[in-house]
């Protein structure tokens, strides 16, 4: 399997935007790249996912380097709901188990008001 | 609304008496899985289950059972649980177990601890 490299932990201030890294330099060519994150207390929630292409939704952006060996996930506005561990996932088409998600560490990430 | 929910949500529970977590999701899907999270390991695989009545193991099923009779349902099953199966569980769903661009749905979690 694949594997993500992402910082610890990361700050931010509210309402400001909040890039946060993911390194992946082995990726295949099927992998797809998967964002979640996990607020205190709660399940993983599903953030974003991408292949090649950037990627919007109402939660994020993802962008995804040309050669996909990073990518970046992309808060416009960090607001205190925010502060989350946010996991970088890559998963992998035509695995026996594609359904699996493989968690790191992930990055904890802190909004200050 | 679509969710996977958890029973019990908290559970205390003594050394070799069985218990079962109930997992069900409304969304008619059709992979289910079961992860433990536990302080510096992170979310491990348990089981996981294809569809109804297809199910294996994932990274850490010792000490585990599942079973997938109807697919809005996945219970895990600890025959004699154990001070090491303390843990925090979280039962995930999604549609379609062979493509790799969907999303999962997880439950709320079952904060088990064994004495």
């Known amino acids: 399997d694949a594997k993500t490299t992402q910082p610890n932990s990361m700050e931010s201030n509210e309402e400001e935007p909040v890039h946060l890294p993911c390194n992946h330099s082995?990726?295949?060519?099927?992998?797809?790249i998967h964002w979640y994150r996990q607020l205190p207390s709660q399940g993983p929630e599903y953030v974003i996912h991408?292949?090649?292409s950037n990627v919007n939704n109402r939660m994020a952006s993802l962008a995804i380097a040309e050669d996909r060996k990073s990518s970046t996930l992309i808060l416009h506005r960090a607001t205190l709901r925010d502060a989350a561990v946010y996991y970088c996932?890559?998963?992998?088409?035509?695995?026996?188990?594609?359904?699996?998600?493989?968690f790191g560490q992930g990055t904890t990430l802190q909004v200050k008001p | 609304e679509a969710q996977v929910t958890q029973n019990p949500r908290y559970l205390i529970t003594v050394t070799g008496k069985k218990l079962t977590v109930t997992c069900s999701q409304n969304?008619?899907?059709?992979?289910m899985s079961w992860y433990r999270q536990d302080p510096g390991l992170g979310l491990r695989q348990i089981y996981y289950?294809?569809?109804?009545?297809?199910?294996d193991k994932g990274d850490v099923p010792e000490g585990y059972k599942v079973s997938r009779k109807e697919k809005r349902n996945f219970p895990l099953i600890l025959e004699s649980p154990s001070p090491n199966q303390t843990s925090l569980y979280f039962c995930?769903?999604?549609?379609?177990?062979?493509?790799?661009?969907?999303?999962?749905?997880f439950g709320q979690g079952t904060r088990l601890t064994v004495v």
């Open positions: 969304m008619n899907h059709e992979y």
């Open positions: 996932i890559l998963s992998p088409v035509g695995s026996s188990n594609t359904g699996k998600l493989i």
């Open positions: 289950s294809m569809n109804v009545e297809v199910t």
């Open positions: 991408g292949l090649t």
């Open positions: 082995t990726i295949s060519g099927t992998d797809y």
């Open positions: 995930a769903s999604s549609l379609r177990p062979r493509q790799s661009n969907t999303e999962a749905f």
